[in-house]
């Protein structure tokens, strides 16, 4: 058969991208290390960051200066994370910091919200459902139709699943007459209906403008919050908090991270220095006193304390990542490999990671007892040259795949 | 080349009606257990765990392709490995990566006729119940698992076709490797970047078995 | 001219050598055999002929063909039955012929269904239901349809009674004399041989004992008994002495006279000496010895 060569060489090659891709993830999987960070908030009280650290069975509590604390301590110098406990002890203060407090002040003005960077790339099915904002409900209520919202707006009647003409003309004018762009860029909104009252959707049009459409008493509600104005958006998180103060977080493309107030569709930008948007994790637990910003990079985490008000940075604090047993290991055994799938995306594509220079140490120590040892028939330099680029993986390709007499 | 695809149907055909019967049954069983998810649930909150929680209708097929290619791969190969009759085969007069490309050439497109009908089945029936951006959500979900029984056909016949053990395991192993990143579990619709890389190691893959003829014709033992 | 040509075949299985620098030919027109022990790797040589092994060193060529690389063209002049008669064993017997039939721009139907006619099987049982003597008749109809000028015939004898072997030698001398044919076959049987082939290959393990014409085999090679005072001389002309009880056998081709002198050239009696005519195979186990 004439194409044996380039028929092996293929088959080497396939070999080699497959076990490039499946060795280290065996190899991670079996080296995984959690960073074992603690647990970070700010503390309304200490006005310091406080921390929580369990290393076996041993719970460690203490704040930035080193002073330790005992568990109910710990609770009370934490009012706004601990205060269902606190309530349950009898221990709840009239007031903190001047401001008086109950249980149900604190939780309508609390929330948590994490950002992915996956969030900016991930498939989107195309469909999304529009509640009734008021329904006066304690839950809302589903409509029974979902819509498409890319090159047009079509309401789909879910039953019979055919468009609701009437609908969708409905919205169609309105949006026409605020001024919206098709094609839609992309559209976020949450349409669970646990919650008593829904904000719809922000929309980002086709000329970059920023519009907020909402269902109110059946009737369309569409706005252009102008916010398209000031920043370039890369992305917008919905979030409903009970204080209503805001609707959710805007990103622009350079990283930073905004509020939308509510209703005046303002911005106010957070005091925190540009994010990676495609690499970091942000989390933010704010209180009515304090937002705790944990971002999470590569080298390490970030914890910024904000002022509820201002949004102004008043602390920081920073912990390093240790070295974890995966980048020990990697970076000695392959110098390359390949992943499908990490987390600054949920789409599958093939991605080349470098580790480190060391690796190609094992590279050139294998190519080199390959050089010696390998049977003279084999086109011996070749072989030694692809295993010192490819290393372990490059090895075993070669010696699984038969050569020829 | 009708002499090949006359032979390799006299060998499999009993095997493809059965698969065949196999896909037809997953379908039915697919639809009557979405109609009645739909009678228990309601259209609505169906539509809505679709879009929002990324539900699938087309789960329990996913691994029927891959089987589906790694026995037709036996059923066509294991009768030529048997007693070596293979050396039959290629003794015919004609060329021998013709003949090979034509046997593989017959299973490959049995396995993507039968797809393409199980697929276009499917959609075609998921769509008198849902809006098309879900049937959409539901072919590209599907397309790597029929996508993956293509290539567990390709290398299941690259494996088959090797003359000599040792090797058959090392052939499988990487098989299984390359067949796995198929099926790292994913969103629906993930797997659209990946189209390109796959249809290059599809084609790729085609080949493989070329190598195992050479070997077999080298007397390789 | 030369239909099979085999220079310096030198082949191992691993470090055991199977054979060293061995050469041969077969002409047109010749029904050759190629005889040995189990063992001594006659299904080598013939997978070796026909492409499917690789040997160590050496070259054959078929039809004036290398026989790694024979072209549709050749083959379709080559017939080639596998060891144990194995065919597609899924088909029947009208597919398996429609199948082949296509391959084969001069086939005779009539050919095959002329051998199977005395067949008691239906035209539509399946091959694997089969017996070996009647798939070795479908075996054998296959390849007198394709009408090949050349045959090769692995170990045909195997598995078949007597009767189908002796149909098996009777149909294939009737066939190879009409046309001017060419066969190379193998076979460790050696009955019905005398029969068939016109040149005999002998193999022993490593080595090609004897290539010569069966005629001159079954003329000239001759077992002698005969009593001895003294233990009889190794000679290229004596094959296989050994005694046998008070007895000793030698075989040779040379005639008595001479046997006898190389016997007595050593010194020493000897007695009793008796000449005796050999069929194919005795000669052959003249040739190859008892072990």
Known sequence: MKYKNIIRSCIIAATTLALLWAIPSLVSTATYSSQ?????????????FCFRKTIGKQ??????????????????????????????????????????????????????????????????????????????????????????????I???????????????????????????????????????????????????????????????????FIRNTKVGDSIS??????????????????????????????????????????????????????????????????????????????????????????????????????????????????????????????????????????????????????????????????LIAVLITPDFK | MNAIIYKEWIKTRR???????????????????????????????????????????????????????????????????????????????????????????YGFTVLLALFSLSCAILMLGLSVRYAHEIVMANFWVSLPWFAGGLFTYLLGSWTCLEPVWKQRIFNAVTAACLVATLYTDQMSGAYATYLPYMLALLAVCFFFSLYSTARFKDGVQ | MAIIQC??????????????????????????????????????????????????????????????HLSPAAKSRIGLLLEGHIQHSYFNIEQIEKFYSQFFPNWKREAYYELLKKLQVAPTQKISTMSCGQRSQIALGLLFAQDPELLILDDFSMGLDPGYRRLFVEYLREYTTAENKTVFLTSHIIQDMELLIDDCIVMDYGRLLLHEPTARITKNFRRFRFQATATPPQTPVLWNTEKVGHTWETYSFAPAEEVRRELTSAGGEVSRFVEEKLSLEDAFIGLTGKY
């Open chain 2, 15 to 105: 095997f493809v009606l059965l698969l065949g019967v196999l896909f037809a049954a997953l379908i039915t069983y697919i639809f009557l257990w979405s109609g009645q998810m739909m009678e228990a649930s309601g259209a609505v909150i169906i539509w809505e765990t679709i879009i929002g929680k990324d539900m699938r209708l087309v789960g329990y097929i996913k691994y029927l392709p891959p089987a589906a290619g790694i026995l037709l791969a036996i059923v066509q190969f294991a009768p030529e490995m048997q007693s070596k009759r293979l050396k039959l085969t290629l003794h015919l007069p004609v060329n021998e990566g013709k003949m090979m490309c034509g046997m593989l050439g």
């Open chain 3, 7 to 68: 220079e310096n075949i030198t082949h191992y299985y691993g470090n055991r050598l199977i054979y060293k620098n061995i050469s041969f030919e077969v002409k047109r027109g010749k029904i050759l055999g190629l005889l040995g022990k189990n063992g001594t790797g006659k299904t080598t040589i013939i997978n070796i002929l026909t492409g499917y092994l690789k040997p160590r060193s050496g070259v054959c060529r078929i039809l004036g063909e290398e026989m790694e």
């Open chain 1, 36 to 48: 074992n960070h603690p647990f970070v908030y700010f503390s309304s009280v200490v006005k310091q």
């Open chain 1, 154 to 220: 079509e309401f789909i009647d879910i039953l019979a699943n055919t468009v609701d003409r009437e609908k969708s003309e409905l919205y169609e004018k309105e949006l026409n007459k605020r001024g919206y762009t098709f094609p839609t860029q992309w559209a976020f909104g949450d349409f669970s209906t646990q919650k008593s009252f829904d904000e719809g959707y922000f929309a980002l049009d086709a000329s970059g403008q920023f519009f907020h459409m909402k269902q109110v008493s059946g009737k369309p």
């Open chain 1, 59 to 152: 719970t460690q509590r203490y704040d930035a200066a080193g002073q330790e604390y005992t568990e109910s301590q710990f609770d009370s110098i934490m009012p706004m994370m601990y205060y269902r406990q606190l309530a349950l002890n009898g221990l709840m203060p009239d007031s903190i910091n001047g401001a008086a407090v109950t249980p149900q002040i604190i939780r309508s003005n609390s929330f948590i919200f994490r950002y992915r960077p996956s969030e900016m790339s991930q498939p989107h099915i195309g469909l999304y459902v529009l509640l009734e904002s008021m329904s006066g409900r304690a839950n809302l209520q589903s409509p029974g139709d979902a819509f498409r919202f890319k090159d047009k």
């Open chain 1, 233 to 394: 958006i890369a992305h917008f998180s919905m979030l409903n908090v009970s204080n209503k103060r805001f609707y959710g977080f805007v990103f622009d493309n350079q990283g930073y991270m905004y509020i939308l107030e509510s209703p005046s569709y303002k911005l106010r930008k957070l005091d925190l220095p540009p994010l990676s948007l495609h690499g970091d994790d942000v989390l933010i637990m704010g209180n009515m006193f304090y937002w705790t910003v944990t971002v999470t990079t590569e080298e390490g985490k970030k914890y910024f304390a904000l002022n509820n008000e201002t949004l102004q940075k008043v602390d920081e604090y920073l912990l390093d990542n240790k070295t974890n047993r995966w980048d020990k290991v990697s970076s000695w055994l392959f110098p390359a490999y390949i992943t499908l799938s990490d987390n600054s995306s949920r789409f599958v594509q093939p991605k080349v990671h470098f580790t480190a220079l060391t690796a190609f140490a094992l590279n050139i120590a294998i190519a080199l007892i390959f050089a010696i040892f390998a049977r003279k028939k084999v086109n011996v330099a070749f072989h030694a040259v692809y295993i010192l680029v490819t290393g372990v993986a490059g």
